[in-house]
Nanobody
């Protein structure tokens, strides 16, 4: 079992940056593909970014491509989401998730992930 704890959210002005962290418990972190999702008020949870177990492959939603970067440090059991050029429409609760064998379209589907953090609020003011 994996427990995930996000941190790093907050209030930032449009154009600013934040780095989210997701710390995982257990010695099996390196065996999981990791993803970041977000949910804005009144909207469904949506895919933001994903990273393979080794960190060698990354995937992004079109809405964040070129602005967000996902990375991981398996020695520290942590996955990161660097968010630059933030926009008001990026305002949401951000969740990290862990899943096994997240190939192809599976990595974009929140119902395919096995473990979730509690979420961290990101608010971007205009």
């Amino acid at each position: 079992q994996v427990q995930l704890v996000e941190s790093g959210g907050g209030l930032v002005q449009a154009g600013g940056s934040l780095r989210l962290s997701c710390a995982a418990s257990g010695r099996t972190f390196r065996t999981y593909d990791m993803g970041w999702f977000r949910q804005a008020p009144g909207k469904e949870r949506e895919f933001v970014a994903a990273i393979s177990r080794s960190g060698g492959s990354t995937y992004y939603a079109d809405s964040v491509k070129g602005r967000f970067t996902i990375s991981r440090d398996n020695a520290k059991n942590t996955v990161y989401l660097q968010m630059n050029s933030l926009k008001p429409e990026d305002t949401a609760v951000y969740y990290c998730a862990a899943g096994s064998a997240m190939y192809g379209s599976r990595r974009y589907s929140d119902d395919k992930y096995d473990y979730w953090g509690q979420g961290t609020q990101v608010t971007v003011s205009s």
